[in-house]
């Protein structure tokens, strides 16, 4: 499938650094809670604790990493974080106890928070503003192929239940990321920006950016919807069978790799942006009025249904994300794209850590009634992004342009 490919040079260097880094993810994610509990000893609570401490620290230091990826060039910063992120995960392989645990967890999130932030401050420089959706869905289709390989591959590893196997995924794992560094070295140097004197994390004082980027917070709520929400729902309030938790993951994942390109091209501006997460919310009610009728019906009714949702859903998040990515883009200031995408990027950690409280209040704790609230919050927030869109746009049309980083021959 040619179309499912970037371009070749910059585009196509950025998909496969994606790829190589993505297969050793999926695989991680599936084995990762084992390992530790198994392997490293770690009580499910503790890893819980570790993990969500982590990604609170991550989420802090994405701005000031996105920053020195801007003031210090955006290439050799995300060379050198893939490389720790690649550090730190192979360093899972000799904790043992819950500190060194937190330890290396705490830089692994701040890694990964970073490496994002420098990733898309990389591609701002190399890509122009008319390719960047484009891009960003080829990037994304290329993420979730190279997850589902991943997880096959964590699959095997958990179905053999060894400490061996899972030490050979984290190998592979931090394998993937020095790959990851090694085709990232290989693309054109990004010139650092310059920034008026004395403008420092200029975002944090952005708060029309900050309300955008905690309404795509609200609408990332999707992603423990599908990786915990809908897994409980299934498992605890209907009569399906529980081999259809991974068959909705793989429906999704092969949704997205397939058709995120084509959903991307009606993005082409803010209007459009913001158009496309408004359908996104209207389809994401859908999806959750749909599930809540898998609710008390026999079991081959409630797999037709939750099937139906799981397409509904994968529509709103293929939307919501060439619209997320348009806007997080289009309302940062030339010369601070780390910085903001740092900022924006921690709508990823805030769903990641709240989200699985918020799912399993409503889900677990209401039923039916939670998932009609679930789809109104998605609703609401898709509808208010526009006017703040607009809003945000209308601060940034009287501010001087910074200087604009532009790609050089690599050295």
Known sequence: MPQLLPPTGPQRTLALAQLSNSVGDGAYYVTSALYFTHVVGLAPARIGIGLTVAWAVGSFVGVPLGRIADRRGPRGTAVLLALATGSAVASFLVVRGFLPFLVAACLYATAQSGLAAARQALLAGLVSERERTGVLAHLQSTLNAGLAVGAALGGLAASSGTGTAYRAVFAVDALSFVLCALLLARLPAVAPATAPQGSKFEVLRDRPYAVVTLLNAVLLLRMPLLSLGLPLWITERTDAPEWLVSALFVLNTGAVVLFQVRTARSVSGLPTAARAV????????????????????????????????????????????????????????????????????????IARTLGPLVLTGLLTGLGVLGWFLLGGLFLAASSALSPVTRWAARTRRDEAPASVPVARSAA
Request: proline share 4%.
């Open 278 to 349: 408004r359908r996104s919310g209207v389809l994401a009610l859908a999806t959750c009025v749909v599930f809540a009728f898998s609710a008390g019906q026999s079991p081959a009714v409630a797999v037709a249904v939750l099937i139906a949702g799981s397409v509904l859903l994968a529509a709103a998040e293929m939307l919501q994300s060439a619209g997320s990515w348009q806007i997080g883009f289009d309302l940062a200031p030339p010369g601070r794209i780390g910085e903001y995408q740092g900022f924006f990027g921690t709508g990823t950690t």
